[in-house]
């Protein structure tokens, strides 16, 4: 009787009820953060992306400086083309 009277004197303490309620609250927190990392990581991707193909582009100006028509369609293939198509290409 005793250890029934302990048991529910603990119960009614509510550690069990609010630990349930942290892990909801934190889950209910953390999930908006979950379903946005792929954005995020596209994002970065594509941050990435860009400073490549600045680089690129720079690279191609200074070597094409006396020639701005193919300049011109050097620059225009490289943003036309993503990291990936760039990559196979060996740009």
Request: proline fraction near 2%; charge should be neutral; hydrophobic fraction near 40%.
């Amino acid at each position: 009787m005793d250890k029934r009277i302990k048991q529910l004197e603990k119960d009614l303490t509510l550690h069990k009820t609010l630990a349930e309620i942290k892990t909801i609250l934190w889950t209910k927190i953390g999930q908006p953060i979950t379903d946005q990392w792929q954005s995020i990581q596209t994002i970065h991707d594509h941050i990435e992306l860009i400073g490549i193909a600045q680089f690129e582009t720079q690279k191609a100006r200074a070597l094409l400086a006396n020639n701005p028509e193919q300049a011109n369609r050097l620059i225009h293939f490289l943003n036309a083309h993503t990291r990936d198509q760039l990559t196979a290409l060996d740009i």
